[in-house]
C-alpha cells in the first residue's frame, strides 16, 4: 500500500505544470538583498520566498506564493529589456539590439524548456 502511494505521489509531481515567466521590460539589476548579481532564475526564487509578516495583505501574498510553488516544481525565469528607448512603442520603428538579442534567447529557451 505504501509503494502504491509513493508511486502515486511521485507521478502527481511529474504531472503538475510547469512555469516559463518572462519579465518584459525588466529595467531592475538581477541582484539578491547583498548586492550580489542573481539570475533571473535565482531572482524568482527569491522572489517566491516568504516574507515575514503577520497582516492580511503579507499573508495573503504568502498564500500565493506557496501555491505558486507546489504547483509548479518546475519553474524558469526570462528577462527582456523595453523593446525601444521612446514610448509608446512603436515596432515598425528601429527595434532596440539588446531586444532582438533578448527575443532569439528567449526563443532558444522556450524550445529547450519544451522538450
Given at each position: 500500500?505504501?509503494?502504491k502511494n509513493?508511486a502515486?505521489?511521485?507521478?502527481?509531481r511529474?504531472?503538475?505544470?510547469?512555469?516559463?515567466?518572462?519579465?518584459?521590460?525588466?529595467?531592475?539589476?538581477?541582484?539578491?538583498?547583498?548586492?550580489?548579481?542573481?539570475t533571473?532564475?535565482?531572482?524568482?526564487?527569491?522572489?517566491?520566498?516568504?516574507?515575514?509578516?503577520?497582516?492580511?495583505a503579507?499573508?495573503?501574498?504568502?498564500?500565493?506564493?506557496?501555491?505558486?510553488?507546489?504547483l509548479?516544481?518546475?519553474?524558469?525565469?526570462?528577462?527582456?529589456?523595453?523593446?525601444?528607448?521612446?514610448?509608446?512603442?512603436?515596432?515598425?520603428?528601429?527595434?532596440r539590439?539588446?531586444?532582438?538579442?533578448?527575443?532569439?534567447?528567449?526563443?532558444?529557451?522556450?524550445?529547450?524548456?519544451?522538450?
Amino acid at each position: 500500500m505504501l509503494e502504491k502511494n509513493v508511486a502515486l505521489s511521485k507521478h502527481k509531481r511529474n504531472a503538475t505544470p510547469s512555469l516559463f515567466m518572462v519579465l518584459r521590460d525588466f529595467g531592475l539589476k538581477l541582484e539578491n538583498k547583498i548586492g550580489d548579481t542573481v539570475t533571473a532564475n535565482k531572482y524568482l526564487e527569491d522572489a517566491l520566498e516568504e516574507q515575514s509578516g503577520v497582516s492580511q495583505a503579507m499573508m495573503h501574498k504568502n498564500r500565493i506564493r506557496r501555491s505558486i510553488k507546489e504547483l509548479f516544481h518546475q519553474r524558469q525565469c526570462e528577462t527582456m529589456v523595453l523593446p525601444s528607448e521612446k514610448l509608446p512603442v512603436n515596432f515598425n520603428e528601429e527595434i532596440r539590439p539588446e531586444f532582438v538579442e533578448d527575443l532569439h534567447r528567449l526563443s532558444d529557451k522556450i524550445i529547450s524548456f519544451l522538450r
